[in-house]
Every structure is written in C-alpha cells, then in structure tokens.
C-alpha cells in the first residue's frame, strides 16, 4: 500500500490510489512504457483535479505522436509497417524494437559518425527479429557482424522496402529504425521517412 498519492500498474490497468483511472489496452497512438508512464502521471492529475476522466482518456487515446517517430504506416498484405527514420542512435532503434515487440523485420543503416554501434549489434544477435535489412554504410558494416542472422545488405531504401514486402511474416511488423543518420543519402531524416512510406503505399 503506498501512503497519501499513490499511482501505479497493476493486472493491465492504472490505479491512483485505489481507483482504476486508465485500461493500458486502450487503443491509443503513444506506444512504450515510457509513454504507459506519462499516462499514469496525466491520468492521476486529471483524477486530483476531479476533471473528467473520460475525457481525458479520450484525449490521451486520439493524441497523435510526432511524425517519423515509431509512426504506424499502415497495414498491407497482412504485415504492419511502422516508420521511426528519426531513430538515428542505436538506443533508438532498440528501444523502437521492444516497445512493437512484434519486430520480424528491422531497416537499419545510414551514415557513418562514428557512433558505437556495438550494443545494437549484440542486441540483434540475441533478438526475435528475423530478417535484418542493411543500408549503406553503417549497415553494411553490421551486416559483416551479425552473421548468425538473416541478413540483407542492400544499396538503397528502394531495394530494401522490396525485400521487406517479400520476406516479413504475415500478421508481424516491418521497421524502418535506422539508427543512423540520413545525410549523405537524403536531405534529412524526414525525406528518408516519406519515402520508406510511399514505397510501403505502392502495390
């Protein structure tokens, strides 16, 4: 039990004090524990300040998150394409890979700052995504070192959406994280994010 304000988690709902204030299978845009975590806390001050709880919810539920930033894309051939092109660290691209969980096939690749990529590359090797789609530069240099996966080393975002629609499972998710920087290949990583969408659009 926990003392004066209290919000936290339990059986797949968000208590304050004693109340059930928010359902965490609410069909909402913002993905993450650490947004889950936002929630709790917005949903606790609306409840103190005896504002409507359903509609905070609502707004909660409707609010849409930043463009290119774990953005859903859309649903084809029975396979879920998510867009996170502003995922230009490693932390990014895991972080973006556990909060869909459904990950069986991540983009990855970009230029060359000499980030450490080290702990994504460990991370992929010990990870449930099947097939690992490597752009240039960065991704081909993890490519060379994740030879215990199905990997793709590819020359551009054309080629990799076109393996993408071929070998991602049904009923999984497709992810464009690149944990790299764009320049050098696109104006910016915005450019890099529309285009992964209209080449996911097209037939």
């Given at each position: 039990?926990?003392?004066n304000v209290c919000v936290y988690k339990k059986n797949n709902y968000i208590y304050y004090n004693e109340e059930t204030i928010y359902d965490v299978y609410s069909n909402r845009h913002l993905q993450g524990e650490h947004n889950l975590n936002?929630?709790?806390f917005v949903m606790a001050v609306a409840s103190i300040l005896n504002l409507n709880l359903k509609k905070a919810q609502d707004t909660i539920n409707n609010f849409k998150p930043l463009e290119h930033r774990l953005e859903y894309v859309g649903k084809y051939n029975d396979i879920e394409y998510y867009n996170d092109s502003i995922a230009t660290i490693p932390e990014a691209t895991i972080n973006g890979i556990e909060t869909l969980k459904n990950v069986n096939t991540v983009i990855i690749g970009g230029k060359d700052r000499g980030v450490d990529l080290s702990g994504l590359v460990d991370y992929l090797k010990t990870s449930n995504v099947e097939n690992i789609i490597c752009l240039p530069k960065t991704g081909h240099d993890m490519?060379?070192?994740l030879k215990n996966k199905k990997t793709y080393t590819v020359n551009n975002l054309e080629e990799a959406v076109c393996i993408a629609k071929k070998?991602?499972?049904k009923n999984t998710i497709c992810?464009?994280?690149p944990a790299a920087s764009s320049?050098?290949?696109f104006k910016n990583f915005e450019e890099r994010g529309n285009l992964y969408k209209s080449l996911v659009r097209k037939n």
């Open positions: 039990m926990c003392d936002n929630i709790a490519a060379k070192q070998v991602t499972q992810l464009l994280s320049y050098g290949y």
